[in-house]
């Protein structure tokens, strides 16, 4: 197969300054789904619109000169809460045990007294709940309430505090409405045709169907069957999101009532990241990594793709080499199911950003080969809980065509010792679907959509091709034998595995699974 085909594990890239020249060597690195980060740069001005709008173009340009799918993912702000302005603008040092004042207003804050113009913040808070500034660095404990905007604190952990700097208060609910710069930046991903768009800070599943509806409304072409479907949550959740080219929604769970409420979340979004930058600012550090693993196999049961994200390489935004604890990090990640594994500053600011993709891709192809141990263990064990999840959530012990057809086509590969398994699709859905069932062997997914051909760059195991579907069943048979063959993916005699979902224009192909050696069509 051609080099990088036995890669199953994505990466993701954060571009920044340090990337968006790069785009070439950083496709032929390794990367798969370039992220853009909307907190850093919004669509709410023309200018910075212009200014994605050229990135996205390149982008796009990239990957066709790479011969590559290469996705793009928008990630909104969501609601960051901020401190305000300081004296001078100058840090100041607040100091453990001692009392300082907190409250809503525009007004310059000092050491005594500190403002922020997030009203839900402060109006939420209770005696004993914390307080988390700076990433969790600082941390103050509310003492009382003098009203609505008013509190007074203690400083439980203290140091310096720069202005503008960020507010996490874990244990409170606080309104994740979507604010107006979110709407502006969601609006812009409909309009440029993202392929996948971040809901940050998500704390129910109602986050997830405000920006589903949200984008659904501002999305070009809606027919009436889907106009329809916008005043029913389930089918826009179930129907609209893989068979549009809407942007799919990626929620990042990064706040403990996202983990409380995972099923919820997972049952309304396409998928999610473990963000374990503010998780671990919001719940204590110790319990990260379990709940990295709970999220990830949640994800995987529920067969929506995950991704593990934040501080995986931080190392290597100043050094060419990561630290050995980072290398299990990646390898762990992997291990757990990830579909992809993400790189944040180290590819936006650092210095090594081509570096740091090669390095991830090697500690990924390293840990796929761990053949005889927990790689292939914990593949078999997805498997098997996939199998046992899909029957005891139904009444009866019987399964959708779709459902029966990915789990049958992955068991018969690893019965019969295929070498592929190669999928028919549309929209991408069956690919996906087939994925997370964690085969042994690549899954090449032939579509004739480039908005699905994107979309798959995410998805675990996918290797994506653009392909036209002929007019008979026959004919698309032997004009995928001469893609597969003459691309150097299979060879005659391969055994394979072949499956469709859904396709209207070829009922003989329709919801199908087919056993054969490679080559045998054709000759």
């Known amino acids: 197969m051609p080099q ?48 994605l709008e050229s990135l996205i173009k390149n982008i796009r340009a990239a990957g066709e000169k790479c011969k590559k799918p290469v996705a793009i993912m928008g990630d909104l702000q969501g609601p960051k809460f901020r401190i305000g302005e300081l004296v001078d603008h100058k840090a100041i040092v607040i100091t453990a045990g001692k009392q300082l004042k907190f409250s809503v207003g525009n007004e310059i804050g000092s050491v005594e007294h500190i403002y922020t113009k997030n009203a839900p913040v402060i109006n939420g808070l209770s005696v004993g709940h914390r307080i988390l500034l700076d990433d969790g660095q600082l941390e103050l404990k509310v003492l009382e309430r003098y009203d609505k905007d008013n509190i007074l604190c203690e400083v439980v952990v203290g140091g310096k505090l720069g202005e503008k700097k960020g507010i996490n208060v874990p244990d409170i609910v606080v309104s994740s409405k979507l604010s107006e710069k979110d709407k502006d930046d969601a609006k812009f991903a409909v309009e440029q045709g993202l392929d996948y768009v971040c809901c940050s800070f998500v704390q129910t599943a109602d986050d997830v169907i405000e920006l589903r509806e949200f984008m659904l409304q501002h999305a070009p072409k809606v027919s009436s069957d889907e106009q329809a479907a916008a005043s029913n949550p389930s089918r826009i959740l179930k129907h609209v999101a893989w068979t549009r080219s809407l942007p799919l929604i990626i929620s990042k769970i990064e706040k403990p009532q996202a983990v409380d409420n995972i099923q919820a979340i997972l ?17 204590s550090l110790e319990r990260v990594p379990s709940i990295q693993k709970q999220l990830i196999e949640a994800s995987n049961l529920l067969q929506k793709p995950v991704i593990t994200a934040t501080q995986m390489l931080e190392t290597m935004i100043e050094k060419p080499v990561p630290t050995r ?24 600011v650092g210095a090594y950003p081509v570096q740091t993709v090669q390095t991830m891709v090697r500690i990924i192809e390293e840990a796929e080969k761990d053949v005889t141990r927990s790689a292939v263990r914990r593949r078999n064990q997805i498997f098997s809980e996939i199998q046992h999840s899909l029957h005891e959530h139904k009444e009866e012990e019987t399964l959708p065509f779709h459902q029966a057809i990915a789990q049958s086509a992955v068991a018969a590969s690893r019965r019969s010792g295929c070498v592929a398994i190669v999928v028919l699709s549309y929209s991408g859905l069956m ?50 034998e001469h893609l597969l063959k003459s691309e150097g993916y299979l060879v005659n005699g391969d055994r394979v595995v072949v499956c469709a979902g859904h396709l209207d224009s070829l009922p003989g192909l329709n919801n199908s699974i087919k056993l054969y050696n490679f080559g045998e069509i054709s000759a």
């Open 4 to 51: 990088g085909t036995k890669r199953l594990t994505k990466v993701v890239a954060t571009l920044g300054p340090a990337s968006q020249g790069r785009l070439d060597e950083m496709i032929n690195a390794g990367v798969n789904v370039f992220r853009l980060n909307f907190s850093h740069k919004g669509a709410s001005t023309e200018e910075v619109r212009l200014q």
């Open 267 to 283: 049952e309304a979004t396409d998928g999610i990241m473990v963000a374990r930058g503010d998780l671990g600012v919001e719940m």
């Open 325 to 348: 604890a980072e290398v299990s990090d990646v390898a762990n990640a992997v291990f757990d199911g990830s579909d992809a594994v993400m790189l944040s500053a180290e590819s936006a």
């Open 431 to 480: 690919a996906m679907r087939v994925s997370k069932f964690k085969p042994d062997v690549p899954v090449l997914a032939l579509t004739p959509s480039k908005v699905a051909y994107r979309r798959m760059a995410l998805l675990g195991f996918v290797h994506p091709l653009l392909f036209e579907f002929e007019k008979t069943v026959d004919g698309t048979l032997k004009a995928m």
